[in-house]
């Protein structure tokens, strides 16, 4: 049990990490588009 809620913790955490990545990756295209 403990280990298998350890498991999902870990996937949440990576599922948030690449969303996060994401929305930064476009905001700073949209930064840098505007900028040229």
């Known amino acids: 049990m403990d280990s298998r809620f350890r498991g ?3 996937a949440q955490g990576l ?3 690449l969303v996060s990545r994401g929305v930064w990756t476009r905001a700073f295209a949209r930064v840098a ?3 040229v």
């Open 33 to 35: 588009g505007s900028n």
């Open 15 to 17: 599922r948030i990490r």
């Open 8 to 10: 999902s913790d870990h």
